[in-house]
């Protein structure tokens, strides 16, 4: 696999050491990996399907289905049946792999983008086109198009309206739109829409996928649990390639998803305990000089103090706080730092106290 980049974090490695030197620790707010407890009946459901000595459906069990149907109607107004849902081991590896799935030749993603989608692209041998419009894309032919909202990194929310151009635009061509959902729940300042809204795609899902993730808004990273709905005439393709596979969803974890997916009070919690976090943590940055930027959804500030994101990730590091640097996720983003609130109130206290 000789076409892969680098692996960026590694490049971060010299900074996480000038971090951890501080004596007061290092506050990683580097990657958004959560750090609060996974909810009690979330871990109770997982434990009661501990004895599962036989092979677990790829599609899932209906239970699992009718769960993520039942809360994607429940929160986002959008209705699938059961049978169009199909569980990913975590979103990222079906981010990585839907090229490969769909035979795709070009794959488009947003400008400053997480890095999978590229990634994605290259495994299936496809062009990879980093684009926010698809003005910019010209008359070549697009096989699949990713847009994320709300953004990974910029915390970006996109509008009906652009949605709705970007499936307009996408069906006249015969293009697939995969919308990665991973941070619908997390919308601050605005109300993230997922593709499958009616006012989004009149309705019908022909030619969409929407993408959701249980690792944020149920702090389920560890699980490896997500799913995709959308186009049943894709979602069956996909299932059929992903039995061929062995993609299979661990029983365990799909009793555990289950159980997640129908419970709405952790997640309020959870996202209480990040608004908290971001209250905090905002005018500390901005007090110590940085701007933020869109971040009005997700989990990370896109923030800037008008220097090279290496310099920011620099001067942060002195005081013990690790982020990314902007050009993990695009040349467009050489003047930002991405900064995650997954980190205990203590440590964000402690981010807090150092930037003042
Ligand atoms: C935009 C985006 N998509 C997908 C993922 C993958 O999430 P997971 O594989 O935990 O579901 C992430 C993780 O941070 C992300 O930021």
Same mark, same amino acid.
């Given at each position: 696999m000789n076409n892969l980049p680098d692996f960026p974090w590694d490049k971060l490695e010299p900074y996480k050491e000038r971090a951890l030197a501080h004596p007061g620790g290092i506050v990683d707010l580097s990657v958004g990996t959560p750090v609060d407890p996974v909810p009690q009946n979330v871990q109770d459901a997982l434990v009661q399907a501990a004895d599962s000595p036989g092979y677990p459906f790829t599609h899932g069990t209906k239970a699992l289905r009718e769960a993520a149907a039942g809360w994607l109607r429940r929160r986002h107004s959008v209705t699938?049946?059961?049978?169009?849902?199909?569980?990913?081991?975590?979103?990222? %590896?079906?981010? &990585?792999?839907?090229?490969? !799935?769909? *035979?795709? /030749? /070009?794959? +488009?993603?947003?400008?400053?983008? !997480?890095?999978? !989608?590229?990634?994605?692209?290259? #495994?299936? =041998?496809?062009?990879? $086109?980093?684009?926010?419009? $698809?003005?910019? #894309?010209?008359? %070549?032919?697009?096989? #699949?198009?990713?847009?994320?909202s709300p *953004?990974?990194? $910029? =915390?970006?929310?996109?509008?009906?309206?652009?949605? /709705?151009?970007? +499936?307009?635009?996408?069906?006249? /061509?015969? $293009?697939?739109?995969? @919308?990665?959902?991973?941070y619908i729940e997390l919308g601050w %300042?605005?109300?993230?829409? @997922?593709?499958?809204?009616?006012? +989004?795609?009149? *309705?019908?899902? %022909?030619? #969409?996928?929407?993408?959701?993730?249980?690792?944020?808004?149920?702090?389920? &990273?560890?699980?490896?649990? *997500?799913? +995709?709905? =959308?186009?049943?005439v894709l979602v069956k393709r996909l299932l059929e390639t992903r039995k061929h596979a062995g993609m299979i969803m661990p029983a365990p974890v799909q009793a555990a998803m289950t159980a997640a997916l129908g419970d709405d009070a952790h997640a309020n919690r959870q996202r209480e305990l990040y608004s908290a976090r971001r209250a905090l943590l905002r005018p500390a940055l901005e007090r110590a000089g940085w701007r933020v930027d869109h971040s009005t959804a997700g989990l990370y500030f896109w923030a800037s103090n008008g220097q090279s994101a290496w310099d920011q990730v620099g001067k942060l590091s002195e005081i013990g706080i690790l982020v990314a640097p902007g050009e993990f996720y695009g040349p467009a983003g050489e003047r930002h730092i991405r900064i995650a609130v997954t980190a205990t109130d203590e440590r964000i206290g402690a981010a807090v106290r150092r930037l003042q």
């Open positions: 699938v049946d059961q049978r169009d849902v199909l569980p990913v081991i975590g979103s990222k %590896e079906f981010v &990585a792999w839907l090229p490969t !799935y769909l *035979g795709a /030749r /070009r794959v +488009v993603f947003p400008e400053l983008a !997480y890095p999978t !989608y590229d990634v994605g692209a290259r #495994l299936a =041998g496809a062009v990879a $086109t980093a684009a926010d419009s $698809t003005l910019a #894309l010209g008359p %070549e032919r697009a096989d #699949l198009v990713w847009v994320n *953004g990974n990194p $910029t =915390g970006k929310v996109l509008p009906v309206e652009h949605l /709705r151009k970007v +499936v307009a635009w996408a069906r006249e /061509r015969g $293009t697939v739109v995969a @919308s990665d959902e991973c %300042e605005e109300e993230p829409v @997922s593709i499958l809204h009616p006012d +989004v795609c009149g *309705g019908s899902h %022909e030619g #969409l996928l929407a993408v959701h993730s249980l690792s944020k808004r149920s702090n389920l &990273a560890g699980y490896r649990a *997500g799913f +995709v709905t =959308g186009d049943p």
